[in-house]
């Protein structure tokens, strides 16, 4: 079974940075697509950023966000930059995995003005 689980998400001052890291464990023979989603309070789930394994193409919906990979580490990475308190979300990580899809439980990052 495989499982996914971020981390690094917490409490910054508007105009800081955080980087948020999703790991994937278990069976895992490849990776195909990893994204980062967020979902702010009352609102719906948006897509913030993605990465396709293999041609390494990238989506960021702004430029302060940065989505890497690391499929040798099972590994996916959001850096944001320059937050702004509506950046304040439940930061979620999916990842395509032998081609079934899985989301990580999320990691809350607070944005302060």
């Known amino acids: 079974q495989v499982q996914l689980v971020e981390s690094g998400g917490g409490l910054v001052q508007a105009g800081g940075s955080l980087r948020l890291s999703c790991v994937a464990s278990?069976?895992?023979?490849?990776?195909?697509?990893m994204s980062w989603s967020r979902q702010a309070p009352g609102k719906q789930r948006e897509l913030v950023a993605s990465i396709i394994s293999d041609s390494g193409t990238r989506y960021s919906v702004t430029g302060r966000f940065t989505i890497s990979g690391d499929n040798a580490k099972n590994t996916v990475y959001l850096q944001m930059n320059s937050l702004k308190p509506e950046d304040t979300a439940v930061y979620y990580c999916q990842m395509v995995i032998n081609k079934v899809h899985y989301w990580g439980k999320g990691t809350l990052v607070t944005v302060s003005s």
């Open positions: 278990g069976s895992i023979s490849s990776i195909n697509f």
